[in-house]
Protein backbone atom coordinates (compact mmCIF):
# COMPACT_ATOMS: atom_id res chain seq x y z
CA UNK A 1 0.00 0.00 0.00
CA UNK A 2 1.35 3.53 -1.27
CA UNK A 3 2.77 5.66 1.75
CA UNK A 4 3.98 8.90 2.82
CA UNK A 5 7.54 8.38 3.78
CA UNK A 6 9.77 11.14 6.04
CA UNK A 7 13.13 11.38 7.24
CA UNK A 8 15.26 11.08 9.22
CA UNK A 9 13.02 10.11 12.39
CA UNK A 10 14.58 12.16 15.17
CA UNK A 11 16.89 14.61 14.61
CA UNK A 12 18.75 16.39 16.89
CA UNK A 13 19.89 20.38 16.43
CA UNK A 14 21.39 23.13 17.49
CA UNK A 15 19.48 26.15 18.65
CA UNK A 16 20.29 28.54 15.78
CA UNK A 17 21.17 25.85 13.22
CA UNK A 18 19.26 25.18 9.71
CA UNK A 19 17.10 21.80 9.60
CA UNK A 20 15.85 20.11 6.17
CA UNK A 21 13.52 17.53 7.07
CA UNK A 22 11.99 15.35 4.21
CA UNK A 23 9.13 13.63 2.57
CA UNK A 24 8.26 11.67 0.16
CA UNK A 25 4.38 12.31 -0.57
CA UNK A 26 2.72 9.23 -2.43
CA UNK A 27 3.14 8.87 -5.74
CA UNK A 28 -0.04 10.44 -7.36
CA UNK A 29 -0.90 12.80 -4.96
CA UNK A 30 -0.73 16.44 -5.43
CA UNK A 31 -1.56 18.37 -2.17
CA UNK A 32 1.26 18.14 0.15
CA UNK A 33 1.13 19.72 3.63
CA UNK A 34 3.49 19.86 6.86
CA UNK A 35 1.85 19.73 9.98
CA UNK A 36 3.52 19.95 13.47
CA UNK A 37 2.29 18.80 16.87
CA UNK A 38 4.17 20.11 20.28
CA UNK A 39 3.99 17.06 22.83
CA UNK A 40 1.15 17.21 24.62
CA UNK A 41 -0.28 19.44 22.19
CA UNK A 42 -2.57 19.85 18.90
CA UNK A 43 -1.93 18.39 15.47
CA UNK A 44 -1.28 22.52 13.77
CA UNK A 45 -1.44 23.51 10.44
CA UNK A 46 1.41 24.83 8.73
CA UNK A 47 1.34 24.89 4.75
CA UNK A 48 -0.56 23.10 2.17
CA UNK A 49 1.33 23.17 -0.99
CA UNK A 50 0.23 22.65 -5.12
CA UNK A 51 1.68 23.22 -8.09
CA UNK A 52 5.16 24.16 -6.93
CA UNK A 53 3.07 27.13 -5.29
CA UNK A 54 2.01 27.20 -1.27
CA UNK A 55 -1.69 27.27 -1.68
CA UNK A 56 -2.32 28.27 2.30
CA UNK A 57 -0.14 28.70 5.22
CA UNK A 58 -0.74 29.33 9.06
CA UNK A 59 0.27 32.57 11.07
CA UNK A 60 2.89 29.96 12.59
CA UNK A 61 4.37 29.37 8.92
CA UNK A 62 6.72 32.31 9.16
CA UNK A 63 9.64 33.50 7.26
CA UNK A 64 11.55 31.05 9.65
CA UNK A 65 9.69 28.20 7.31
CA UNK A 66 9.91 27.45 3.29
CA UNK A 67 8.95 24.53 1.22
CA UNK A 68 10.28 23.49 -1.80
CA UNK A 69 9.72 20.51 -4.21
CA UNK A 70 13.08 20.03 -5.62
CA UNK A 71 12.56 17.36 -7.88
CA UNK A 72 9.58 15.11 -8.78
CA UNK A 73 9.60 13.05 -6.04
CA UNK A 74 10.38 14.65 -2.69
CA UNK A 75 8.99 17.56 -0.38
CA UNK A 76 11.25 19.64 2.33
CA UNK A 77 10.48 21.70 4.90
CA UNK A 78 13.32 24.38 6.09
CA UNK A 79 13.48 25.70 9.27
CA UNK A 80 16.08 28.05 9.73
CA UNK A 81 17.60 29.77 13.07
CA UNK A 82 16.03 27.04 14.87
CA UNK A 83 14.91 27.68 18.49
CA UNK A 84 14.21 25.70 21.71
CA UNK A 85 10.31 26.15 21.14
CA UNK A 86 10.72 24.79 17.54
CA UNK A 87 10.99 21.14 18.98
CA UNK A 88 7.76 18.78 17.61
CA UNK A 89 7.08 16.15 15.90
CA UNK A 90 5.96 17.18 12.38
CA UNK A 91 3.92 15.69 10.09
CA UNK A 92 3.99 15.42 6.44
CA UNK A 93 0.89 15.03 4.16
CA UNK A 94 -0.63 14.39 0.60
CA UNK A 95 -3.85 13.77 -0.89
CA UNK A 96 -4.73 13.10 -4.14
CA UNK A 97 -7.24 16.55 -4.92
CA UNK A 98 -8.00 19.27 -2.86
CA UNK A 99 -10.38 18.76 0.46
CA UNK A 100 -9.65 15.16 -0.50
CA UNK A 101 -8.30 12.23 2.42
CA UNK A 102 -4.97 13.38 3.47
CA UNK A 103 -2.72 10.42 4.86
CA UNK A 104 0.10 11.26 7.17
CA UNK A 105 3.70 10.09 7.26
CA UNK A 106 5.36 8.68 10.27
CA UNK A 107 6.50 11.99 11.73
CA UNK A 108 10.15 13.60 12.48
CA UNK A 109 10.80 13.95 16.16
CA UNK A 110 12.86 17.53 16.38
CA UNK A 111 14.47 18.39 18.95
CA UNK A 112 16.79 21.96 19.57
CA UNK A 113 18.92 21.56 22.31
CA UNK B 1 -14.67 30.76 18.40
CA UNK B 2 -12.20 27.92 17.86
CA UNK B 3 -12.19 26.44 14.07
CA UNK B 4 -12.65 23.06 15.05
CA UNK B 5 -13.68 21.81 18.70
CA UNK B 6 -13.65 18.64 20.32
CA UNK B 7 -14.50 17.28 24.22
CA UNK B 8 -11.32 16.59 25.07
CA UNK B 9 -11.97 13.63 27.35
CA UNK B 10 -11.03 11.22 28.77
CA UNK B 11 -13.99 9.13 27.51
CA UNK B 12 -13.95 5.88 29.16
CA UNK B 13 -16.35 3.13 27.91
CA UNK B 14 -16.77 -0.15 28.78
CA UNK B 15 -15.37 -3.08 26.85
CA UNK B 16 -18.22 -3.60 24.07
CA UNK B 17 -20.16 -0.77 24.12
CA UNK B 18 -20.34 2.10 21.93
CA UNK B 19 -18.19 5.04 21.83
CA UNK B 20 -19.89 8.19 20.66
CA UNK B 21 -17.04 11.18 19.60
CA UNK B 22 -18.65 14.72 18.67
CA UNK B 23 -16.98 17.67 17.18
CA UNK B 24 -18.16 20.82 15.81
CA UNK B 25 -17.02 23.08 13.53
CA UNK B 26 -17.03 26.95 13.19
CA UNK B 27 -16.96 27.31 8.85
CA UNK B 28 -20.09 26.77 6.87
CA UNK B 29 -18.54 26.40 4.05
CA UNK B 30 -16.55 23.58 4.57
CA UNK B 31 -17.65 20.19 2.19
CA UNK B 32 -15.00 17.64 3.62
CA UNK B 33 -14.53 16.05 7.35
CA UNK B 34 -12.54 13.80 8.73
CA UNK B 35 -11.65 10.99 11.75
CA UNK B 36 -8.05 10.17 12.05
CA UNK B 37 -6.70 7.83 15.15
CA UNK B 38 -3.51 8.71 16.96
CA UNK B 39 -1.95 6.45 19.14
CA UNK B 40 1.06 7.95 21.53
CA UNK B 41 3.89 8.66 19.79
CA UNK B 42 2.42 7.56 16.41
CA UNK B 43 1.25 9.82 13.60
CA UNK B 44 -2.40 10.72 13.01
CA UNK B 45 -3.91 7.47 11.05
CA UNK B 46 -7.25 8.34 9.03
CA UNK B 47 -10.03 5.98 9.48
CA UNK B 48 -13.08 7.82 8.11
CA UNK B 49 -14.33 10.63 5.75
CA UNK B 50 -17.88 12.07 5.17
CA UNK B 51 -18.58 14.89 2.71
CA UNK B 52 -22.41 14.59 3.07
CA UNK B 53 -25.57 14.57 5.56
CA UNK B 54 -25.96 11.48 7.24
CA UNK B 55 -24.48 8.58 8.52
CA UNK B 56 -21.65 6.73 6.99
CA UNK B 57 -20.64 3.20 7.94
CA UNK B 58 -17.55 1.27 7.68
CA UNK B 59 -17.05 -1.89 9.68
CA UNK B 60 -17.24 -0.96 13.20
CA UNK B 61 -17.26 2.85 12.61
CA UNK B 62 -19.73 5.47 11.56
CA UNK B 63 -19.36 8.90 10.97
CA UNK B 64 -22.13 11.21 10.94
CA UNK B 65 -22.39 14.61 9.65
CA UNK B 66 -25.20 17.60 10.31
CA UNK B 67 -23.79 20.69 8.27
CA UNK B 68 -26.89 22.50 9.35
CA UNK B 69 -25.85 22.31 12.80
CA UNK B 70 -21.95 22.57 11.51
CA UNK B 71 -21.60 18.91 13.93
CA UNK B 72 -20.08 15.75 13.24
CA UNK B 73 -19.86 12.52 15.00
CA UNK B 74 -17.73 8.96 15.30
CA UNK B 75 -19.50 6.24 16.66
CA UNK B 76 -17.44 3.21 17.24
CA UNK B 77 -19.41 0.09 17.98
CA UNK B 78 -18.34 -2.96 19.80
CA UNK B 79 -14.84 -0.93 21.43
CA UNK B 80 -12.33 -2.90 21.62
CA UNK B 81 -9.22 -2.41 24.62
CA UNK B 82 -7.26 -1.62 21.24
CA UNK B 83 -9.60 1.57 20.51
CA UNK B 84 -7.90 3.50 23.00
CA UNK B 85 -6.70 6.02 21.32
CA UNK B 86 -7.16 9.73 20.62
CA UNK B 87 -9.87 10.71 17.64
CA UNK B 88 -8.82 13.64 16.18
CA UNK B 89 -11.68 15.69 14.10
CA UNK B 90 -10.48 17.26 10.97
CA UNK B 91 -12.19 19.72 8.73
CA UNK B 92 -11.04 21.74 5.60
CA UNK B 93 -11.52 25.13 6.49
CA UNK B 94 -11.81 28.18 3.65
CA UNK B 95 -8.51 29.64 3.25
CA UNK B 96 -7.12 33.30 2.05
CA UNK B 97 -6.80 31.97 -1.67
CA UNK B 98 -10.28 31.30 -1.54
CA UNK B 99 -10.10 27.65 -2.03
CA UNK B 100 -10.62 24.51 0.99
CA UNK B 101 -7.40 23.04 1.16
CA UNK B 102 -6.70 23.73 5.19
CA UNK B 103 -7.38 20.65 6.72
CA UNK B 104 -7.75 21.88 10.38
CA UNK B 105 -7.41 19.43 13.39
CA UNK B 106 -9.83 19.60 16.78
CA UNK B 107 -7.68 19.22 19.92
CA UNK B 108 -8.65 15.83 20.12
CA UNK B 109 -10.86 13.46 22.45
CA UNK B 110 -8.94 10.43 24.40
CA UNK B 111 -10.55 6.96 24.62
CA UNK B 112 -9.78 4.62 26.95
CA UNK B 113 -11.44 1.15 26.33
CA UNK B 114 -11.59 -0.80 29.42
CA UNK B 115 -11.95 -4.93 29.50
Not at chain 1, 17 to 22: A, C, D, F, N, S
Not at chain 1, 87 to 98: D, K, L, Q
Request: one cysteine or more.
Amino acid sequence: EPEVTQTPSHQVTQMGQEVILRCVPISNHLYFYWYRQILGQKVEFLVSFYNNEISEKSEIFDDQFSVERPDGSNFTLKIRSTKLEDSAMYFCASSEEAGGRAFFGQGTRLTVV
Amino acid sequence: QKEVEQNSGPLSVPEGAIASLNCTYSDRGSQSFFWYRQYSGKSPELIMSIYSNGDKEDGRFTAQLNKASQYVSLLIRDSQPSDSATYLCAVNIGGLSGGYNKLIFGAGTRLAVHP
